[in-house]
């Protein structure tokens, strides 16, 4: 079991960058397929990102591709979402989440939530 605390959100222009993190407690941090997903308002939550526990496998909503970038530094036992040319689309709560297994892209496989980091994107 591992525990999930999001840092990093915060107000942007649109066209401007932002870099997420996650840090987990916990020994088995490695073993765990990471995801990033998101929920704007009145909206139900989407998968944005997720990466295998190795660093080795990464997946993107068709939306984020080529702007975001998914990565993990297992030592440190963080995850991060690394966020270019923010849209106003953009703006949502993002929540990090941990999986055993590979990697998904349906929330209902993730076990472990973070409580989520509010990312706005002014036009």
């Known amino acids: 079991q591992v525990q999930l605390v999001e840092s990093g959100g915060g107000l942007v222009q649109a066209g401007g960058s932002l870099r997420l993190s996650c840090a987990a407690s916990g020994r088995t941090f490695s073993s765990y397929a990471m995801g990033w997903f998101r929920q704007a308002p009145g909206k139900e939550r989407e998968f944005v990102a997720a990466i295998a526990w190795n660093g080795g496998s990464t997946y993107y909503a068709d939306s984020v591709k080529g702007r975001f970038t998914i990565s993990r530094d297992n030592a440190k036992n963080t995850v991060y979402l690394q966020m270019n040319s923010l849209k106003p689309e953009d703006t949502a709560v993002y929540y990090c989440?941990?999986?055993?297994?590979?990697?998904?892209?349906?929330?209902?496989?993730?076990?472990?939530w973070g409580q989520g980091t509010q990312v706005t994107v002014s036009s």
């Open positions: 989440a941990a999986r055993l297994g590979i990697l998904s892209d349906l929330d209902h496989e993730y076990n472990e």
